[in-house]
């Protein structure tokens, strides 16, 4: 009996790394092969508590150049939605078969905000 849990429980945990892993591989940074960049508007409540950071978001391109998928990786949550929001406005070289990646938007005050 407890090496049946013992199993199940390792295999469990195997599956869990996997999964993390997997949600952390970004591919590489698309923003050197991008044709049209949008920046994110940065949000009035971000501005108002004085709130900076980084957001990665990670990219499916179609063939065409156009973003099919835009996902929030990493960052603070308040600015999730203006980063949704520009990256899939970005559109790249068109290519055979399409590819994935991630972008990089850094939200910065400037001293007179």
Do not use: C
Request: proline share 6%; net charge positive; glycine share 6%.
């Amino acid at each position: 009996m407890k090496k049946a849990f013992i199993a199940v429980l390792l295999t469990a945990l195997l599956t869990i790394n996997i999964v993390v892993v997997k949600a952390f591989d970004l591919g590489p940074n698309l923003e050197a092969k991008a044709t049209k960049k949008i920046p994110p508007t940065y949000p009035p409540l971000a501005k108002r508590k004085r709130v900076e950071g980084k957001v990665v978001i990670r990219l499916e391109i179609g063939p065409e150049g156009n973003v099919s998928n835009a996902e929030f990786m990493e960052g603070n949550s308040l600015f999730k939605p203006s980063s949704l929001d520009a990256a899939k406005q970005w559109t790249f070289s068109k290519s055979m078969a399409g590819t994935s990646g991630h972008i990089i938007f850094k939200f910065q005050l400037e001293e007179k905000d």
